[in-house]
């Protein structure tokens, strides 16, 4: 037994709880988000309870990985962990609740289907969505916490899929290469071909188009 959490890891920096009751053997699940931050599509989370006896080598953050090595990572997650599950949030929930709102609302769905198997939950960065377990926010915990840096990992995975099946269906967005950020390759194709269904019209970039839309400007 041991005396912190995920020591099998072992990590330079050991993460300790600071408002959560913990106990060796506890089952500690982490939540991470993709996709805050793009002008199209979902947000996307992950929740992921980590097996102590089948660690898998090489968890970090998922931005630090390339998307081949994210991509053997996630599969080494599903078949390891105790479990997984993926929870999202639509382009119309996001504008209707707003992208924090909403990305905490996503994070309860990928709780709620690994609620069975943990007994807390610990989510990235400095906010909790109301959940029905024990739960504290961990700063940078996809850098720090093993459970969030494979969480980060599956919701990277499934949301970059998510924009090369939209690259798919609209080939002159660019969302395979962009992944629905606001570059300028981005805002330039919005410019010419215009809005898709799946673009959020409450972020700036898509509220000024439509508006300059609806008035006929363009």
Known sequence: MTDFPFSEYGKERTWRPASLSWHAGMRLAGVDEAGRGPLVGAVVTAAV???????????????????????????????????????????????????????????????????????????????????????????????????????????????DREMAELHARYPGYGFDRHKGYPTRDHLAALAEHGLVPEHR??????????????????
């Open 49 to 159: 309870v980590l097996d102590p006896r089948r660690p898998v080598p090489g968890l970090a953050d998922s931005k630090k990985l390339s998307p081949a090595r994210r991509e053997a990572l996630a599969g080494e997650i599903r078949e390891r962990c105790l479990a997984w599950s993926l929870g999202r949030a639509e382009p119309a929930e996001i504008d209707r609740l707003n992208i924090l709102q909403a990305t905490m609302v996503a994070m309860q769905r990928a709780v709620d289907g690994v609620a069975q198997w943990a007994d807390a939950v610990l989510v990235d960065g400095n906010r909790l969505p109301r959940l029905s377990l024990p739960a504290e926010a961990v700063v940078r915990g996809d850098a720090l916490v093993p459970a969030i840096s494979a969480a980060s990992i599956l919701a990277k995975v499934a949301r």
């Open 201 to 218: 019209r409450s972020f700036a970039p898509v509220a000024a188009l439509a508006e300059q839309t609806e008035r006929g400007d363009l």
